[in-house]
């Protein structure tokens, strides 16, 4: 029997990047004692990174937005694949979830009549994003932190102690939920990485709020915590996740030098008025709007630049086009052999702005290049290209309360969680979505856990997290496992060479365009990758040990790789941030179905579901020919004989 | 694409001793001291601890001293090394050791802590709020601390005094009370609380002799001593006399001219 200490806690949020925090704070607010765990230290989860802003239609730019425009836009950029009431409520709650960050300190840049400032975006009827500089992202995570410890401090003149209502384990990796005899959630098991100690979290509710899946590519935006952990979680208690094959990528990434391949070159800099280029000179945007997207952007330059000014009479730029169309035109430019020396094409803000105007409003970006790439973007131009950003596909949650579909006492919120954004995420409603979500989890999860629900924790469970948790140091033997001795033939395997190499599947085998062969033999290597990963073998001890950590990741990374691949290869059309070169067009058929990936047994299983139908009021906001560029045959009909009555 | 052997001399151990060891390892063009610090993990000691989020300089985790000098890990080139330099790492040295390159900054955390916060305006409700641009810049600047914690490393106040960290908050906090105290719209005074007077007597502002080695090592260029610690050092003195901010004005009139 290993010892493993334990502690009782209402809430349990596992993650402190703004979802997690924002669940924390309403949850302790609801009066739950809530538990926040963080893989790395407090305050440097990847939300820090978040630059360009966050979006919310508080129509102080332009007068004329509201919720409903934020509604159809955020919709439309995900091509209608979009969990509706999600989109209903994000873009409902969003102003207030601002508006409440400035009563805790937060500073956004702010409008001639000193309100916040709000920037145009890809996607954005109007200038909708709240930002700070190309920092937007620390803003909002320093704020959620500095609230905690405001929160802390206000516990500690009334009881004493800091700690007793809202308590941060930094450092700490969660590698199991853990339920109870009926299948409730009872808690969480860790290890915290500076001792490698075990340590229990017995609670009845878990928020899952850990972020994205970027590091199973090899070119992508992601932070080391990208490991996809949350999903690997949400599997393996049993809760599955929807529409994997949605992996966003960003249009402008770094391209050199090789070892900033894939930092992210905020959008920020398009929507200031940057452009696009390839090696002739060419805007060739303009050569790449879609139908859908015909009436809504400018056909000349001329027009397009007039629109920075004068957005009432003119169309927008197709630089500002929803992501995935930018990334792919930019991937075509690169193929057609008119790319930049580095495999890029040309990001020009230099001929656009003075240099003042420049450092001042992407501060960030010029620091950037000029630190990493001896680039100097205010006298020439960046190279970029597209690099793998973020993950639409997620846990599979209920759209008011955030509670995932299946365990009961497991919510998820942010990035982990699916729908909201279907199958393509708009700049900017990220970090929206983790404020009202997240606030939703906190608030719901408090409520599931105050209601005296839940069991306690099942002893073998524990043991069982233990020993998988040790095995990557005893592997060769076969000690940690449960599988036959002739899957652990073979030699011991190096957790770095097995990431790199998932890393290198992923990018070339399922990226950002995707053929049925090259997934299949995604799938192929992913499974012998998943067989050697039961040989990985790491050195040393437990205290603060990379190797270790890395190899307990892998399960998470090659689980959520796995669900990826095989949705993608389900999927025979294109949406979004699914592309398929032998299904290229958006198939309407495809528009109600959502595909779920659950564990069975030790691999993956697939199942098609239908998407629950648009309330008739949302509909209505949109035109009927867009509608019909969108809905299913079977669904349009519906909704004729509704309206025509 | 060129490619050579470079020398390094990282320190491992833990907070019962350690040493530098010497290591040989590949560089390739424009790489950073984080990718190499990679690659010996990749390729030669697996187990080597370090701290690292985002390796893009925004958030503040891979601090560590390179030569000596406190610096991010990701953002140092590999290219202002001569090849033939030997490069030596070491954790930063004003917090305890906890493994290798990693270090105990829960200092930090205690002093965050000790900072009151915001406090809301009364009656401004939520989406009320109007502020000036110009009014907000001061602040703003000091809020992009990113938290590396290098110019709480640096400051010699602390950086090898350990028996003054309980009275000083170090740089980093000290710039915390200034942004807060000057956030237009902060209402400590009217909740009773006295921002600059709580610096100078509870956060140990009187310690710091404006060397302004932190702003030197801060990787987001945030004029920590100038913008925030002298201000607020003259404004305590509208209270009392110290003389440091006399000699901080003739000092920095004279780099002026
Ligand atoms: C470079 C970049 C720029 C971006 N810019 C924007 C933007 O301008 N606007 C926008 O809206 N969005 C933007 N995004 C997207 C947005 O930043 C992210 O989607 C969002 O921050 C995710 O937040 P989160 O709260 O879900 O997770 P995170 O902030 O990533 O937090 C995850 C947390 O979970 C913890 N965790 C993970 N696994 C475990 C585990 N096993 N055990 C314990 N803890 C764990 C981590 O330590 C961390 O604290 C950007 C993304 C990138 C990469
Ligand atoms: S200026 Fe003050 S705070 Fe900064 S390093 Fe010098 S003594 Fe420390
Ligand atoms: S002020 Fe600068 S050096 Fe100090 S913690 Fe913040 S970013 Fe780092
Ligand atoms: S890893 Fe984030 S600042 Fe270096």
Redesign the pocket.
Known sequence: MTHVEREQWDVVV???????LRAAIEARRAGARTAV????LFGK???V???????ASMANVHPQDDWKTHFRDTMRGGKFLNQWRMAELHAQEAPERVWELETWGALFDRTPDGRISQRNFGGHEYPRLAHVGDR??LEL?RTLQQRSVGLQQEDHRETGDHEGRLKVFQE????RILKDGDGRVSGVF?YERESGRFLVLEAPAVVL????I?KSFKVT???W???G??HA?ALIAGAPLVNMEFVQFHPTGMVWPPSVKGI?V??SVRGDGGVLRNSEGRRFMFDYVPDVFKEKYAETEEEGDRWYEDPDHNRRPPELLPRDEVARAINSEVKAGRGSPHGGVFLDVSTRMPAETIKRRLPSMYHQFKELADVDITAEAMEVGPTC??VMGGVNVDSETAATVGVPGLFA????AGGMHGSNRL????????LVF?RRAGLYAAQYALSGVGGGIVADDVEAAAAEALAPFGSVSGAGGDHGPEEDAGPPENPYTLHQELQQTMNDLVGIIRREGEMAEALDRIAALRARARRVTVEGHRQFNPGWHLALDLRNMLLVGECVALAALERTESRGGHTREDYPAMDRAWRPVNLLCRLDGDGIALERTRTEPVRPDLLALFEQDELAKYLAEDELEGLEGGHGA | MSTYDARFRVWRGDADGGELTDYTVEVHDGEVVLDVVHRLQATQTPDLAVRWNCK?GKCGSCSAEINGRPRLLCMTRMSVFTRDEVITVTPMRAFPVVRDLVTDVSFNYAKAREIPAFVPPAGVGPGEYRMRQEDVERSQEFRKCIECFLCQDTCHVVRDHEENKEAFAGPRFLMRVAELDMHPLDAAEEAGLDRRRTAQEEHGLGYCNITKCCTEVCPESIHITDNALIPMKERVVDRKYDPLVWLGNTIRRRKAT
């Open positions: 596992v993650g402190a990047g703004g979802a997690g765990i963080c893989k790395s989860a990847h939300t990174m978040a630059e360009g802003g966050i979006a937007t992202g995570l700490f990796t969660v590698t860790c709020a850990t972020g994205g970027g935006s992601n932070s915590e990208y490991t952990d949350g979680l992210l905020t959008e950003h973020y919120a942010g990035e982990v700049g900017g409603n990220s970090l929206s979505d983790l997240g | 893009a």
